[in-house]
Structures are given as structure tokens and as C-alpha cells.
């Protein structure tokens, strides 16, 4: 009976710590996706379409910093995230920071009243000026020079996760793709088999690690891959 007690007490304690540590804090990532994608493009750089509904999210991000009147620095962030949270409830042409064409090509955007809490909203403010940055923006366009410089090969194994199991010319988990390349009997349709079936105990090196399957890749990118891999051969 006293075991049971305790128990009870014991497991309502953790349920009051639950309640109370894991207070969820709002994904604005997921939000700004869910709420505002649908006018504004979210990508970094972002992509500008001919009949696009609204400024890209990087634009009015960028826009609004620049034009925000704060007494200092540190003071333009949070000054910039009540300007956001205030225009989505009830923008207007006087507030909008947008030039007099671009307001006359876009419209004003419609109030987003009742389709978006106000805590949401903050979390989406707060995410948009921690997010859209010049310095992420050079980050993701420095990445973006680096794969466009890379074979389409290399490029895809990267994106693919491959090049955590494997590197060129050194084993890791996997054998590299030098020995891959150059052990006998491999060719570019049993490797291509490999790659989309998964492959365990073939090379000692492994040690019993096991190449997981990839089935999700294309017949084109398998293709492509391979002939990079291949391409070490000696
Ligand atoms: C139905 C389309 C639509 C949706 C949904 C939408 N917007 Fe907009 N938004 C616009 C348009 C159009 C403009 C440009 C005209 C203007 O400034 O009002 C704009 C402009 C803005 C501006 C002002 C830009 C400036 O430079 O002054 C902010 C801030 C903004 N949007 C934030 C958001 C946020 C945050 C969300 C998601 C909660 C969102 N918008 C959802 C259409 C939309
Ligand atoms: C979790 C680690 C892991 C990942 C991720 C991984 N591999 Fe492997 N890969 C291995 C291991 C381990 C082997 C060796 C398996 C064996 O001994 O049979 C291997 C083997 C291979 C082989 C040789 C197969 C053969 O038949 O000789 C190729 C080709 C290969 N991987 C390509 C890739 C590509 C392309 C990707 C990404 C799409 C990838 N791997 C992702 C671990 C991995």
C-alpha cells in the first residue's frame, strides 16, 4: 500500500515536471512554412518566379532591417519583429516598407488574422531575422559555388549522405571509392545493383559494417554516381 503511494506521488511529480519543463517552444522553421510559403519563397537565395504572389521572405527580411528606425544596433532586431507581428495582423500601404511599384504589382497582402496566434507569429519573426542574414545568405551561396564546381557525381553522393560512410581514397566505414573502383569483377551495372539493393561481407575491410539500400535513388543518378565512382578506377 505505502509502495503504491509513493509510486503515485513519485509519478505525479514526473507528470508536474513534465507539464512544466517541456513547455513547447514554437517551431518557426515549420510555421513560416505551414503559414506564409504559400505567397512568400522561403529559400536562401530565394527564388523569384514571374507571377510570384509576394516579395520573397529573404527580400522583406533584408528590407525591413535596412529600414527600421532603431536609436542602435541591438535595438533593430526586436523593433523589427513588432513590425512584423503587427503588419501580418493589419498591414496597410502606409506601413509597408515595399516600394510604390511593387505594392501596386503585389497588392497589399491580406491580413492573416485569425490564421496564425500571436505566439506563432512571434516565433515566425523571431526565425525569420535569425534565419534570412547576410551572412547565411553568403554561407548558402558559397555551398552552392562549391557543388556547382563538383562533378554531378560527386555532388550527388554528397547530397545523398553517401560521403559519411565513404571518402575517395581512404576507408571510413565503407571502402573508398579507389578500392571500390578498382576491385576485380566490379562493374558499372553491379555496383548500380549495390547501391540500390544495399551489400554486406563483400570486402574484409568492412568488418561487417553493412552498405545500407539506397532505393530511392533514380536509375539516372545511380547511373551517374557510379560512373564517378568508377571513374577511380586505375
Ligand atoms: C496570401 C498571400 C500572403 C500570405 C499568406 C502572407 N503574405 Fe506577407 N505579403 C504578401 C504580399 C502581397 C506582400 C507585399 C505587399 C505588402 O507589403 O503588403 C507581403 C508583405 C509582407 C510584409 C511587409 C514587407 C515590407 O517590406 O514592408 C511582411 C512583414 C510579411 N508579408 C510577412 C508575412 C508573414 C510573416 C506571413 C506568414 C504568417 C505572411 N506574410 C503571409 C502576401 C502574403
Ligand atoms: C552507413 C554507411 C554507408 C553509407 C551511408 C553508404 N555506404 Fe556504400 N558501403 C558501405 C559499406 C560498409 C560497404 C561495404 C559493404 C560490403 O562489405 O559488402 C559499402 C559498399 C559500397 C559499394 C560497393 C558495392 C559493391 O558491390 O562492391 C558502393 C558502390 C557504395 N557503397 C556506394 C555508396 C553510395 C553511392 C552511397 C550513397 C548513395 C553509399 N554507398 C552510402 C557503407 C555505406
Known amino acids: 500500500m505505502r509502495k503504491k503511494i509513493i509510486l503515485s506521488i513519485l509519478s505525479a511529480l514526473l507528470f ?46 533584408f528590407h525591413i532591417r535596412d529600414f527600421i528606425k532603431a536609436p542602435n544596433e541591438s535595438e533593430k532586431v526586436p523593433r523589427a519583429i513588432s513590425f512584423v507581428k503587427d503588419y501580418v495582423i493589419k498591414p496597410s500601404v502606409s506601413k509597408s516598407f515595399c ?26 519573426a523571431e526565425y525569420m531575422f535569425e534565419h534570412f542574414t547576410l551572412k547565411n545568405l553568403n554561407d548558402a551561396q558559397a555551398l552552392q559555388n562549391k557543388l556547382n ?26 571502402p573508398s571509392f579507389k578500392t571500390i573502383a578498382n576491385t576485380k569483377g566490379n562493374s558499372e551495372k553491379s555496383l548500380i545493383q549495390s547501391i540500390h539493393n544495399g551489400s554486406k561481407g ?5 568488418n561487417g559494417a553493412i552498405m545500407p539500400a539506397f532505393k530511392s535513388l533514380s536509375d539516372d543518378d545511380l547511373k551517374i554516381i557510379v560512373e564517378w565512382i568508377l571513374s577511380f578506377k586505375k
Open 16 to 61: 508536474i515536471g513534465c507539464n512544466t519543463q517541456h513547455k513547447p517552444r514554437l517551431d518557426g522553421k515549420k510555421l513560416i512554412e505551414k503559414k506564409c510559403s504559400q505567397c512568400h519563397n522561403l529559400d536562401l537565395p530565394p527564388k523569384t518566379f514571374e507571377d510570384e504572389k509576394a516579395p520573397p521572405m529573404m527580400a522583406v527580411a
Open 99 to 124: 516600394d510604390k511599384h511593387s505594392l501596386e504589382s503585389y497588392g497589399v497582402m491580406p491580413s492573416q488574422k485569425g490564421k496564425v496566434s500571436e505566439d506563432e507569429l512571434e516565433a515566425i
Open 149 to 174: 564546381a563538383m562533378p554531378k557525381g560527386e555532388r550527388l553522393a554528397l547530397q545523398n549522405n553517401c560521403l559519411s560512410c565513404h571518402k575517395v581514397d581512404k576507408k571510413i566505414v565503407g
Open 202 to 206: 563483400k570486402y574484409a575491410s568492412s
